[in-house]
Structure formats: structure tokens, C-alpha cells
């Protein structure tokens, strides 16, 4: 069985002016697999942050799910404080709350606060479900393969080239020059193609 940590963020008042922070946590500590909720006015601060530290060893939570702003401006914040509790980084879920319920349902905290609480309810079915991932790396062989062997290609090989990789050039045809070499001039030299 699953131990998930719900933490909702007020945002100072971007969130909690329009979303019931509060009705927010009562609707989801009770849901199934949730060992605690809790809310604060800044979860992305330092303190913030300490408080999930905290409560992922104070709770023996296995997985995390924060109900916040945008996860493009904190996710990685909230996954370093997620590993500094000693998870799983990936074993962590975030819900936008801000940008998809407070902003959007301006005026309307009734509509705002249901919403949140759906959210938040997917992101718990969600973060269940994850496995704890490692990051893993691949070699790179610096090679590139230019495929077409006329005027660009020739072009691009000779300049990924010059860069210090190597090259391999490929064409259908047995010579090199694509439709270069149906021309007998060429401008603005009015050199001869061939």
C-alpha cells in the first residue's frame, strides 16, 4: 500500500484567493493511499521545502504530490527537495493549480476549488502508479551522416567537417554533384560546372 504526501500551495494570494486551500486539503487527505496533506503559503520556499523533507521521513511517505504553480517554473525544485528526503525524484507528481484553476476560474472560487480538488485527486492516482526511475546516460559517437551528395550536402559535409566530425556522405547516384553536373555554367562566375 502506497504512502502519498499531498501539499498544497497558497502562492501567497495567486492560489488561495480564488481557490479554498483548506476545502482543498480536507477533500484530499482522506482519499485512499494519502497518509497526509497539508497546505503553505510558499511550498516553493526554503521552508517550503523543509516541510516535505520533514514529512517524507516523519510519515514514511513513498510517493509525493504538490499542488502548486506551474511545474515548468518548480518542478525541479520540488524533485531536489523530494531526493533530499531521501525518494525517489520520479516517485513525485505535481499538480498546476495556479495557471488551471486560480487564474482561469477568477472570480468563480467555487468552480476554482472543485476543480483543484479533481487535480489534485488525479495527480494522487498518478504519482501511485509511478516506479522509481535512475538517470542513465548514452554514449554519443560523433559522426554525421549527410544523405544526398549534390551542391547542399556537398556543402554540409565539407562544414561538419571543418568542425572537427566525421563525415559520411551518401547518394544514390555513383558520382557526387546531383543536378550540378547537367549544367554547363554556373553563376555568378560563369565557371564551368564540370
Known amino acids: 500500500m502506497r ?100 487564474w482561469v476560474h477568477a472570480g468563480d472560487k467555487e468552480r476554482a476549488t472543485a476543480k483543484a480538488i479533481d487535480l489534485v485527486r488525479m495527480a494522487v492516482a498518478k504519482v501511485k502508479k509511478h516506479a522509481p526511475l535512475t538517470p542513465s546516460s548514452i554514449p554519443v559517437r560523433h559522426r554525421l551522416l549527410v544523405i544526398g551528395a549534390g551542391i547542399a550536402g556537398m556543402q554540409t559535409a565539407l562544414d561538419v567537417a571543418d568542425a572537427g566530425y566525421e563525415v559520411v556522405l551518401l547518394d544514390r547516384e555513383p558520382t557526387i554533384g546531383g543536378k550540378m553536373v547537367m549544367l554547363d555554367k554556373t553563376f555568378p562566375t560563369l565557371d564551368c560546372s564540370a
Open 3 to 102: 504512502r502519498v504526501g499531498v501539499f498544497i500551495c497558497h502562492c501567497g494570494t495567486n492560489i488561495a484567493a480564488n481557490v479554498d486551500v483548506k476545502r482543498v486539503v480536507e477533500a484530499v487527505k482522506d482519499y485512499p493511499e494519502v497518509a497526509f496533506a497539508t497546505d503553505y503559503q510558499f511550498m516553493c520556499s526554503l521552508p517550503g521545502q523543509d516541510l516535505i523533507k520533514s514529512a517524507i521521513a516523519e510519515h514514511h511517505l513513498d510517493r509525493v504530490v504538490v499542488a502548486s504553480c506551474t511545474p515548468r517554473l518548480h518542478e525541479p525544485t520540488f524533485r531536489k527537495a523530494v531526493a533530499d528526503g531521501g525518494l525517489n525524484p520520479y516517485l513525485f507528481e505535481m499538480a498546476n493549480i495556479r495557471e488551471q484553476c486560480a
